[in-house]
């Protein structure tokens, strides 16, 4: 069964940095494509960032260039690392395969 488990969010200040994990079990983690979303409350989940299995990746266009997704093989793990927090960043974070299960995702609250 598959299972993701998100963690690393918390509170940061504006221009701050946060690293999130996402630990997945249930799949053939280095052949699938995995992405963070995040979603606010009242608006529809939104795509952060893509890795492929190639380790290509893919991001959107408000988030270039500050946050960078990453993947470790070996752990089952994929990464967002978060820097020049803005508070519009705040959201639930999830990591995804594509599939049907959601984690229960991890809040980042950017405020001063």
């Known amino acids: 069964q598959v299972q993701l488990v998100e963690s690393g969010g918390g509170l940061v200040q504006p221009g701050g940095s946060l690293r999130l994990s996402c630990a997945a079990s249930?799949?053939?983690?280095?052949?699938?494509?995995m992405g963070w979303y995040r979603q606010v409350p009242g608006k529809q989940r939104e795509r952060v960032a893509l890795?492929?299995?190639?380790?290509?990746?893919t991001y959107a266009d408000f988030v270039k260039a500050r946050f960078t997704i990453s993947r470790d093989n070996a752990k089952n793990t994929v990464y967002l690392q978060m820097n020049s927090l803005k508070p519009e960043d705040t959201a639930v974070y999830y990591c995804?395969?594509?599939?049907?299960?959601w984690g229960q995702g991890t809040q980042v609250t950017v405020s001063s």
């Open positions: 995804n395969d594509g599939g049907l299960i």
């Open positions: 249930g799949i053939i983690f280095s052949r699938t494509t």
């Open positions: 890795i492929r299995s190639s380790g290509g990746t």
